[in-house]
């Protein structure tokens, strides 16, 4: 446990530092060698060779790098972009969940090969586009809905989530993850200047809290994605990178699916 710790502070420190003090070109490069280690650990799970695992890497950095450049100065408003955040939005909230349901097998190798780069990439993108303060924001509603759910589920946790996929997930411990994001929601809601500013009507506040209990869903769904792509290799942990905790896959499987979906909320919050 007290590994485990260490190892998380030391990521937190290391990572919210490059956030507010890099500028956004190594942020860019931050996001490139996250998204380089992720994809070679995500390779192995589909079982490619060492040599195939790297190329792999290589053409996921590749491909992250293209779209950086097409996206130019990062607005984060641009149509293509927009169309890369829905399809990630969809592919989480329409296409995982139907994925899971029918089973998430090793003879699809190819097929979760080729999800790699639509898990990884939007979430890259939006890392690099996004202001560090809302990106933050985003990751902190990631952290607090994960952290909630394991200390519930270990206290009270009696029914099992799914348990062919997660056995350590609870219902409880899902219900006690929302509540903290609600809360986490409100907080802001009344002490974050930009959005108090959009916040003026109980319209406003059911969208905003509807929001946070989307992503919250959200990051439940990423992390069940990961387990389940990690069953069908017979692997617990992604990688050995990081002490206490595996792979990097297995500290980003929430984030990767929340980054694109909040991206594309905040779009659609500012075009109206």
Do not use: N
């Not at 899902?174 to 109980?202: E, N, R, S």
Request: aromatic letters at 8%; glycine letters at 12%; one cysteine or more.
């Amino acid at each position: 446990m007290l590994q485990r710790v260490l190892t998380a502070v030391v990521l937190l420190a290391g990572f919210l530092a490059a956030m507010f003090w890099l500028p956004q070109r190594g942020v860019a490069v931050l996001a490139a060698l996250l998204i380089g280690v992720a994809a070679a650990e995500w390779a192995r799970l589909c079982r490619l060779s060492a040599i195939a695992a790297t190329g792999y890497a290589l053409g996921m950095v590749c491909t992250l790098a293209a779209l950086l450049w097409v996206a130019g100065a990062g607005s984060p408003d641009g149509r293509w972009q927009g169309g890369v955040f829905a399809t990630a939005t969809l592919f989480w909230l329409v296409g995982v969940p139907l994925w899971m349901a029918t089973g998430v097998r090793a003879s699809a190798r190819r097929l979760i090969a080729l999800a790699g780069f639509v898990v990884l990439l939007p979430a890259a993108l939006a890392l690099v586009i996004l202001p560090p303060m809302r990106v933050l924001g985003v990751l902190a509603l990631v952290w607090i809905a994960d952290a909630a759910a394991y200390f519930v589920g270990r206290s009270v946790g009696r029914r099992k989530l799914a348990p062919g996929i997660s056995p350590g997930k609870t219902w409880e411990g899902a219900i006690g993850g929302l509540l903290a994001v609600l809360a986490y929601a409100i907080i802001c809601g009344f002490t974050v200047p930009a959005l108090k500013a959009h916040l003026d009507g109980g319209g406003a506040w059911f969208l905003f809290l509807g929001a946070g209990v989307l992503l919250c869903g959200v990051s439940v769904i990423g992390d069940l994605f990961e387990s389940a792509v990690k069953r069908q290799a017979s692997v617990k942990d992604s990688g050995t990178l990081l002490p206490g905790h595996g792979g990097v896959l297995d500290r980003i499987d929430s984030a990767v699916a929340v980054l694109p979906v909040a991206t594309l909320i905040s779009a659609i919050v500012q075009t109206t």
